[in-house]
């Protein structure tokens, strides 16, 4: 079903408490489809996008079983 406007993800909730990545995950353009908005930072390193994609995918892997 679609959240409410201040509900968090599931999918945004897993990749933060799994993971201890957080990232914003909203409806677009209307839920079930999903965006994920990342932004590039100078703090950032290239490690960083390696583990995020490692973690969609695992959650991504996960989300069909």
Same mark, same amino acid.
């Given at each position: 079903?679609?959240?409410? $406007?201040?509900? %968090?993800? =599931?999918f &945004?909730?897993?990749?933060?408490? &799994?993971?201890? %990545?957080? %990232?914003?995950?909203? $409806?677009? =353009?209307?839920? =079930?489809?999903?965006?994920i *908005?990342?932004?590039? $930072?100078?703090?950032?390193?290239?490690?960083?996008? *390696?583990?995020?994609?490692?973690?969609?995918?695992?959650?991504l892997?996960?989300?069909? $079983?």
């Amino acid at each position: 079903p679609p959240l409410a $406007a201040l509900d %968090i993800d =599931p999918f &945004q909730r897993v990749l933060n408490k &799994q993971h201890r %990545i957080q %990232i914003p995950v909203t $409806a677009w =353009p209307q839920w =079930p489809k999903r965006v994920i *908005r990342f932004s590039v $930072a100078p703090y950032n390193v290239l490690d960083d996008y *390696r583990r995020l994609r490692r973690a969609l995918e695992q959650v991504l892997e996960e989300s069909h $079983a």
